[in-house]
């Protein structure tokens, strides 16, 4: 079998956001630090800058150049929302896009079969034009069009399991039939999007599937509704790589989060998305991560996850 990969750098702790902000450098380093004690037959993955023509394959040109702006004039935050930037943040952002670009590439070209790449900062909220919820540039929804239009795919399903909704990745991809998006993230929860109702449009209605789950619940009720909607739904769509937006915010105790689920939650998640891909997909799965900020916590379900990606 092939082996896996994993990608972490401590160049992602030059992303400062500032005092008792919860997406630190603080939680990353805890993270780091525990994937730094796993296995040696984990492949330690490099990393890079991704190009200003890989950042627009999902992001329109002026909102690059907004983020190069606000960061050079060393402003606190972006422009167009709730996230925070010192004069790294451009860099790192690439840095993390990077990243993720490369996995993927190891995969295409057969030299691992799934990765997991602990960047930041996270990705999901960000839309073609707007940074928000922490978020700079979308690294899955750059390296789903990559996909595309570098490798040749046409059918590539993303999976986001986060507290919240990833709002800019299915804004990107709502009227696109190329790309499956799914989502489990708690209801009536920032950023307020990521109804059931909500399935996309014009041609890429019904490529989107919301499940969001009731405040409190455990993962034995995200798991069930995986089982019951996403899994047929995305055997349908017979994805030819599948990306994961992998928060770890639903796991009790997160302080952002009101879900309840344990690491084996995210192992179980983690086990059905291979095996969904083992049908499709020739196993061929990059995950990037997105929220979770009990430090602790985060660094003890991404190992979990990391652990059932080498199943």
Same mark, same amino acid.
């Given at each position: 079998?092939?082996?896996?990969?994993?990608?972490?750098?401590?160049?992602?702790?030059?992303?400062?956001?500032?005092?008792?902000?919860?997406?630190?450098?603080? +939680?990353?380093?805890?993270?780091?630090?525990?994937?730094?004690?796993?296995?040696?037959?984990?492949?330690?993955? !490099?990393?890079?800058?991704?190009?200003?023509?890989?950042?627009?394959?999902?992001?329109? !040109?002026?909102?690059?150049?907004?983020?190069?702006?606000?960061?050079?004039?060393?402003?606190? #935050?972006?422009?167009?929302?709730?996230?925070?930037?010192?004069?790294?943040? @451009?860099?790192?952002?690439?840095?993390?896009?990077?990243?993720?670009?490369?996995?993927?590439?190891?995969?295409? +070209?057969?030299?691992?079969?799934?990765?997991?790449?602990?960047?930041?900062?996270?990705?999901?909220?960000?839309?073609?034009?707007?940074?928000?919820?922490?978020?700079?540039?979308? #690294?899955?929804?750059?390296?789903?069009?990559?996909?595309? +239009?570098?490798?040749?795919?046409?059918?590539?399903?993303?999976?986001?399991? $986060?507290?919240?909704?990833?709002?800019?990745?299915?804004?990107?991809?709502?009227? $696109?039939?190329?790309?499956?998006?799914?989502?489990?993230?708690?209801?009536?929860?920032?950023?307020?999007?990521?109804?059931?109702?909500?399935?996309?449009?014009?041609?890429?209605?019904?490529?989107?599937?919301?499940? &969001?789950? !009731?405040?409190?619940?455990?993962?034995?009720?995200?798991?069930?509704?995986? $089982?019951? @909607?996403?899994? &047929?739904?995305?055997?349908?769509?017979? !994805?030819?790589?599948?990306?994961?937006?992998?928060?770890?915010?639903?796991?009790?105790?997160?302080?952002?989060?009101?879900?309840?689920?344990?690491?084996?939650?995210?192992?179980?998640?983690? +086990?059905?998305?291979?095996?969904?891909?083992?049908?499709?997909?020739?196993?061929?799965?990059?995950?990037?991560?997105?929220?979770?900020?009990?430090?602790?916590?985060?660094?003890?379900?991404?190992?979990?996850?990391?652990?059932?990606?080498?199943?």
């Amino acid at each position: 079998m092939k082996p896996i990969g994993v990608h972490y750098d401590s160049c992602y702790e030059r992303h400062d956001t500032g005092h008792a902000h919860p997406e630190s450098a603080a +939680r990353y380093r805890v993270l780091r630090e525990a994937l730094e004690e796993l296995p040696e037959d984990i492949v330690r993955l !490099p990393g890079r800058k991704a190009t200003v023509a890989e950042v627009v394959l999902a992001h329109e !040109p002026y909102y690059h150049d907004l983020v190069y702006r606000d960061v050079i004039s060393c402003a606190d #935050q972006l422009r167009t929302g709730d996230t925070a930037i010192c004069e790294e943040s @451009y860099d790192v952002a690439l840095e993390a896009t990077g990243a993720v670009l490369e996995a993927v590439d190891a995969v295409m +070209r057969g030299e691992i079969v799934r990765a997991f790449c602990a960047v930041r900062p996270p990705g999901h909220h960000a839309t073609a034009s707007r940074g928000m919820g922490f978020c700079i540039f979308n #690294q899955v929804a750059i390296a789903a069009n990559y996909l595309r +239009r570098v490798h040749g795919l046409q059918r590539i399903a993303i999976v986001d399991w $986060d507290v919240h909704h990833g709002n800019g990745t299915e804004a990107i991809f709502e009227a $696109d039939p190329g790309v499956f998006y799914v989502s489990l993230h708690e209801a009536n929860m920032y950023p307020y999007t990521g109804h059931a109702g909500d399935r996309g449009s014009g041609a890429g209605e019904g490529f989107t599937l919301n499940l &969001p789950l !009731p405040h409190g619940s455990n993962g034995a009720v995200a798991l069930a509704a995986w $089982d019951e @909607y996403a899994a &047929p739904a995305l055997d349908a769509f017979k !994805p030819e790589f599948v990306l994961i937006s992998a928060g770890f915010d639903a796991r009790k105790d997160d302080p952002l989060g009101g879900l309840r689920w344990e690491d084996e939650t995210f192992a179980e998640f983690t +086990r059905r998305v291979v095996s969904l891909a083992e049908a499709h997909a020739h196993g061929r799965v990059v995950s990037s991560l997105e929220g979770g900020y009990n430090p602790p916590g985060l660094a003890s379900a991404a190992v979990g996850h990391l652990r059932a990606l080498k199943e």
